[in-house]
């Protein structure tokens, strides 16, 4: 399977969300959507970019764009990484890692030589008409939430 790429259609996906929800992005049509790709609920990495974006979202809320991070953790376990770290974010469980496979972010990694598949820390930024406005690969936290905010006012101020 290819994984989609900068102006191609987003897949779709309804999957469990955090708080016993249910999301489909289709449901999200003619909005702005942050999909996070994360490895691990909890760990200091992913806790840290969950963070940073639950500190930016009334500047992504103002420009009318949702944030959904996803990870193959449970339901449960994203409530609780909710609950522990105050998140605002929404959060995606795909336990069955077909739409991480579908986005291209399930990858062999390798460390300390023992090859393993995991998540590929990714984001798509995915436009109003459900294509793929920009894509981040093999992310490092460390200012991505801001530079995912700063593409989306850019993006939105282009359209203007």
């Known amino acids: 399977m290819t994984e989609p790429v900068k102006g191609s259609e987003a897949p779709d996906f309804s999957l469990p969300g955090d708080g016993g929800s249910e999301i489909r992005l289709s449901d999200f049509r003619g909005k702005t959507v942050v999909l ?7 760990t200091s990495g992913c ?13 992504f809320d103002a420009l ?9 953790d449970s339901p449960k376990s994203h409530d609780k990484f909710k609950n522990k770290h105050a998140l605002t974010i929404g959060l ?3 336990q ?10 399930w990858v062999e990694k390798s460390m300390y030589g023992r090859k393993y598949m ?7 930024l995915i436009g109003p008409d459900g294509r793929i406005a920009e894509t981040w690969r093999k992310v490092k936290v ?13 993006l939105k101020q282009r359209d203007e």
């Open 142 to 154: 460390p200012g991505h939430a801001q530079a995912v905010l700063d593409t989306v006012k850019a």
């Open 118 to 124: 995991g998540v590929e820390r990714s984001t798509f």
């Open 47 to 59: 806790t840290a970019e969950a963070i940073d974006f639950t500190a930016l979202k009334p500047e």
């Open 92 to 94: 995606v469980s795909d």
């Open 36 to 42: 996070f790709f994360y490895p691990k609920d909890d």
């Open 96 to 105: 069955d890692k077909e739409t991480l496979q579908a986005y291209g972010v």
């Open 64 to 72: 009318d764009t949702v944030l959904l991070g996803m990870s193959p």
